[in-house]
């Protein structure tokens, strides 16, 4: 069974840093993509940052600059290190298997706020 844990949230002054991690299990991980992406209430998830089974990643362009997205193929874990927030980045935060249909986790709370 597919899973995709999120952790790391939590509350954060605007220019704050935090750093999210996804634990990841029931797949072949170092042959798949992992994204994270974001969700604001009554809106659609947001892909923030995608990295792929060579490593290389992609970028939403609000957030490029100020995130870095990462992967661990030992410990199949993604994570996701952002900087420089500001209050429009407070949203749920999830990992996710782009390209599959596979059913979205708890997701992990940012709140960006002074």
């Known amino acids: 069974q597919v899973q995709l844990v999120e952790s790391g949230g939590g509350l954060v002054q605007p220019g704050g840093s935090l750093r999210l991690s996804c634990a990841t299990s029931g797949f072949n991980f170092e042959f798949d993509s992992v994204a994270w992406y974001r969700q604001v209430s009554g809106k659609p998830h947001e892909l923030v940052a995608q990295?792929?089974?060579?490593?290389?990643?992609h970028y939403a362009p609000s957030m490029k600059g100020r995130v870095t997205i990462s992967r661990d193929n030992v410990g199949n874990t993604v994570a996701l290190q952002m900087n420089s927030l500001k209050v429009d980045d407070t949203a749920v935060y999830y990992c996710h298997r782009p390209f599959y249909n596979d059913p979205w986790g708890q997701g992990t709370q940012v709140t960006v706020s002074s």
């Open positions: 990295i792929d089974a060579r490593h290389s990643t």
